[in-house]
């Protein structure tokens, strides 16, 4: 098989490869729960919730009274509780619980209940989802009136933070990189497959090439004329066999103007010198008949 062939089907399987890998961390990014560092999770919810409860209190002009440490009452479930009473406004509530969660990187999918002190009875709830059409804000204009409430807000699916989430999205970026340079190196080498894959001869120690007119030996090229690789190539086609000077000017100049009686002879002299680096390789004359390409074993 062709070495252009064979790059042609490794170049193929390569794409293909890639084109899995990319594929499988997309969908794993757009689509995969993942399970973070609890301990790392807690804290950041403890914290965020802090600052929520810090600016409910803010926003009813109460700077002095306390928010009661952050209970965790369940495996992602938290309380928000506060030393003195205060009104609540659901629509002020969903705000500052999104904005702090979507600060703190934490998922986008929750329950929230504003618990009544007196009864545990729920004064308020709502649901937030990352799908759109799953969020559920009832009532989000009405004023629930002052009085002691804790917060209970319970993380309904346990999806990685964007940090985590980013590093996927960054590992596909990196796939499609490394494929893009792996494609334009392989492109390249596929050209030169393609190249080394042209029609060529083995004269000797020489290669001929008929296309690119050219001789090749080791890592040295010698250009031919036109007419010094018409004439090459008749010979090669017919090696260690005597070719007729009738033969020879008709193939290569009936069709190409005027021929001058010793045109043959100066292009065959020039082939000589060309060729002389290989003793394996003689162009002889076969005087009055014609010339012959003479190739040892």
Known sequence: ?????????????????????????????????????????????????????????????????????????????????????LPMEPSHLVSILKDNF?????????????????????????????????????????????????????FTKRTASFFNKRLFLYLFIFIVVVALLDFVVNNRKQVQ????????????????????NKLVKAATEINLSKKECELLAIFVSNPNQIIKRDELTKKVWEDNGVFVGRSLDTYISKLRKKLKDDDSIKLSNVHGVGYKLEIKG
Not at 38 to 60: H, P, Y
Not at 197 to 212: C, H, L, M, T, V
């Open 193 to 212: 497959a393609k190249e080394d894959d042209k029609e060529k001869y083995a004269i000797g120690s020489f290669y001929f090439f008929p296309e690119q």
């Open 1 to 85: 098989m062709k070495l252009y062939v064979l790059y042609k089907l490794m170049i193929k399987k390569k794409i293909y490869t890639y084109a899995g890998l990319a594929f499988i961390t997309l969908f794993t990014w757009l689509f995969s729960d993942f399970d973070v560092n609890e301990d790392t999770f807690s804290e950041k919810v403890k914290i965020s919730l802090r600052e929520v409860g810090n600016q409910l209190l803010l926003a009813n002009e109460d700077s002095t009274s306390l928010v009661l440490p952050i209970v965790e009452l369940g495996k992602g479930k938290y309380e928000l509780s506060f030393q003195e009473h």
């Open 102 to 154: 979507q600060k703190s990187e934490l998922p986008d999918d929750y329950r929230v209940e504003v618990v009544q002190c007196k009864d545990e009875e729920v004064a308020y709830s709502y649901e937030m989802s990352s799908n759109q059409e799953s969020v559920i804000i009832p009532c989000a204009g009405r004023f629930i009136p002052e009085s002691c409430y804790e917060i209970d807000v319970k």
